[in-house]
């Protein structure tokens, strides 16, 4: 069974490891965890040397093709 977001029904079809990006652009990043019950994935990417952290809405991001 897909799992999808409780608020807007779109698939949470992400794993750790998926490298994904933003809709709207910027670095790809990776699926580093999937938080299901808050309909929540954390991105983790780098910022030149500095690695960054962030709590994401699925809907927001899309897969990297392999």
């Known amino acids: 069974m897909e799992k ?3 608020g807007c029904g779109e ?3 992400f794993k750790i490891g998926d490298v994904v990006g933003l ?3 910027g670095p ?6 999937v938080c299901k019950e808050y309909d929540e994935v954390v ?5 030149r040397k500095k690695m960054k952290q962030k709590f ?3 809907v927001a991001l899309h897969k990297y093709d392999d």
């Open 4 to 6: 999808v977001c409780s």
């Open 56 to 58: 994401l809405t699925p």
């Open 23 to 25: 809709n709207s652009g």
């Open 43 to 47: 991105c983790t990417w780098f910022d």
């Open 11 to 13: 698939s949470l079809d």
């Open 28 to 33: 790809p990043m990776t699926v580093t965890c």
